[in-house]
Nanobody, 127 residues
Framework: VHPVESGGGSVQTGWSLRLSCAVYGYTYAEYCMGWFRQAPGKEREGVATIYNGPDITHYADSVKGRFTISQDTAKNTLYLQMNSLKPEDTAMYYC?????????????????????WGQGTQVTVSS
Protein backbone atom coordinates (compact mmCIF):
# COMPACT_ATOMS: atom_id res chain seq x y z
CA VAL A 1 0.00 0.00 0.00
CA HIS A 2 1.43 3.32 -1.07
CA PRO A 3 -0.43 6.56 -0.30
CA VAL A 4 0.54 9.59 -2.37
CA GLU A 5 -0.65 13.04 -1.30
CA SER A 6 -1.10 16.09 -3.49
CA GLY A 7 -2.87 19.44 -3.46
CA GLY A 8 -0.89 21.39 -0.92
CA GLY A 9 0.23 24.95 -1.51
CA SER A 10 0.58 28.46 -0.16
CA VAL A 11 -2.64 30.41 0.38
CA GLN A 12 -3.94 33.33 2.35
CA THR A 13 -6.15 33.30 5.41
CA GLY A 14 -9.72 32.39 4.53
CA TRP A 15 -8.87 30.58 1.33
CA SER A 16 -9.56 26.92 0.56
CA LEU A 17 -7.51 23.95 -0.54
CA ARG A 18 -8.37 20.35 -1.34
CA LEU A 19 -5.84 17.68 -0.56
CA SER A 20 -5.92 14.35 -2.34
CA CYS A 21 -4.43 11.02 -1.38
CA ALA A 22 -4.23 8.31 -4.02
CA VAL A 23 -3.82 4.90 -2.43
CA TYR A 24 -2.26 2.24 -4.61
CA GLY A 25 -2.45 -1.47 -3.92
CA TYR A 26 -5.31 -1.18 -1.42
CA THR A 27 -7.87 -3.98 -1.58
CA TYR A 28 -9.08 -4.37 2.01
CA ALA A 29 -12.80 -4.70 2.59
CA GLU A 30 -12.66 -2.67 5.78
CA TYR A 31 -10.22 0.14 6.29
CA CYS A 32 -9.51 3.31 8.11
CA MET A 33 -8.00 6.37 6.45
CA GLY A 34 -6.76 9.48 8.14
CA TRP A 35 -5.24 12.88 7.61
CA PHE A 36 -2.60 13.99 10.06
CA ARG A 37 -0.46 17.11 10.15
CA GLN A 38 2.77 18.24 11.74
CA ALA A 39 3.93 21.81 12.11
CA PRO A 40 7.59 22.67 12.73
CA GLY A 41 8.50 22.09 16.35
CA LYS A 42 5.19 20.45 17.14
CA GLU A 43 3.98 16.89 17.50
CA ARG A 44 2.00 15.21 14.79
CA GLU A 45 -1.74 15.56 15.30
CA GLY A 46 -4.77 13.92 13.81
CA VAL A 47 -6.96 16.11 11.63
CA ALA A 48 -9.71 13.86 10.27
CA THR A 49 -10.39 10.17 9.90
CA ILE A 50 -12.86 8.02 8.03
CA TYR A 51 -13.85 4.39 8.51
CA ASN A 52 -15.58 2.77 5.57
CA GLY A 53 -17.71 0.16 7.20
CA PRO A 54 -19.95 2.20 7.33
CA ASP A 55 -18.60 5.69 6.62
CA ILE A 56 -17.85 7.18 10.01
CA THR A 57 -15.85 10.37 10.24
CA HIS A 58 -14.07 12.12 13.07
CA TYR A 59 -12.54 15.57 13.18
CA ALA A 60 -10.18 17.38 15.45
CA ASP A 61 -11.92 20.17 17.32
CA SER A 62 -9.64 22.71 15.66
CA VAL A 63 -10.97 21.89 12.18
CA LYS A 64 -14.61 20.98 12.81
CA GLY A 65 -16.92 22.92 10.54
CA ARG A 66 -14.05 23.92 8.23
CA PHE A 67 -12.55 20.66 6.97
CA THR A 68 -14.33 17.72 5.34
CA ILE A 69 -12.86 14.27 4.78
CA SER A 70 -14.29 12.16 1.98
CA GLN A 71 -13.35 9.34 -0.33
CA ASP A 72 -13.92 8.14 -3.85
CA THR A 73 -13.68 4.37 -3.63
CA ALA A 74 -13.81 3.97 -7.40
CA LYS A 75 -10.65 6.06 -7.68
CA ASN A 76 -9.05 4.78 -4.46
CA THR A 77 -8.64 8.38 -3.44
CA LEU A 78 -9.07 10.15 -0.14
CA TYR A 79 -9.77 13.88 0.05
CA LEU A 80 -9.54 16.64 2.60
CA GLN A 81 -11.47 19.77 1.72
CA MET A 82 -10.11 22.63 3.79
CA ASN A 83 -12.09 25.85 3.96
CA SER A 84 -11.57 29.06 5.91
CA LEU A 85 -7.90 28.27 6.34
CA LYS A 86 -6.01 29.90 9.18
CA PRO A 87 -2.29 30.47 9.74
CA GLU A 88 -2.40 27.82 12.48
CA ASP A 89 -3.34 25.26 9.82
CA THR A 90 0.17 25.62 8.37
CA ALA A 91 1.81 22.19 8.48
CA MET A 92 2.91 19.19 6.51
CA TYR A 93 -0.17 17.08 5.90
CA TYR A 94 0.08 13.31 5.76
CA CYS A 95 -2.32 10.65 4.57
CA UNK A 96 -2.41 7.37 6.50
CA UNK A 97 -3.99 4.05 5.62
CA UNK A 98 -5.07 1.36 8.06
CA UNK A 99 -5.94 -2.17 7.01
CA UNK A 100 -8.80 -2.68 9.44
CA UNK A 101 -11.26 -0.87 11.64
CA UNK A 102 -8.77 -1.21 14.49
CA UNK A 103 -6.91 1.76 13.07
CA UNK A 104 -10.02 3.86 13.62
CA UNK A 105 -10.48 2.70 17.20
CA UNK A 106 -11.06 5.65 19.47
CA UNK A 107 -11.52 7.98 16.53
CA UNK A 108 -8.41 6.96 14.67
CA UNK A 109 -6.04 9.42 16.32
CA UNK A 110 -3.39 6.83 17.20
CA UNK A 111 -0.84 7.13 14.41
CA UNK A 112 1.05 3.87 15.07
CA UNK A 113 -2.16 1.92 14.39
CA UNK A 114 -1.94 2.86 10.72
CA UNK A 115 -0.06 0.63 8.30
CA UNK A 116 1.08 2.99 5.58
CA TRP A 117 1.90 6.68 5.31
CA GLY A 118 2.40 9.08 2.44
CA GLN A 119 5.32 11.44 2.03
CA GLY A 120 3.28 14.51 2.93
CA THR A 121 2.16 17.68 1.21
CA GLN A 122 2.91 21.15 2.58
CA VAL A 123 0.15 23.61 3.39
CA THR A 124 1.15 27.17 4.21
CA VAL A 125 -1.41 29.78 5.21
CA SER A 126 -0.30 33.39 5.46
CA SER A 127 -2.13 36.15 7.30
Amino acid sequence: VHPVESGGGSVQTGWSLRLSCAVYGYTYAEYCMGWFRQAPGKEREGVATIYNGPDITHYADSVKGRFTISQDTAKNTLYLQMNSLKPEDTAMYYCAAGYSKASCSGGGWNGPRYNAWGQGTQVTVSS
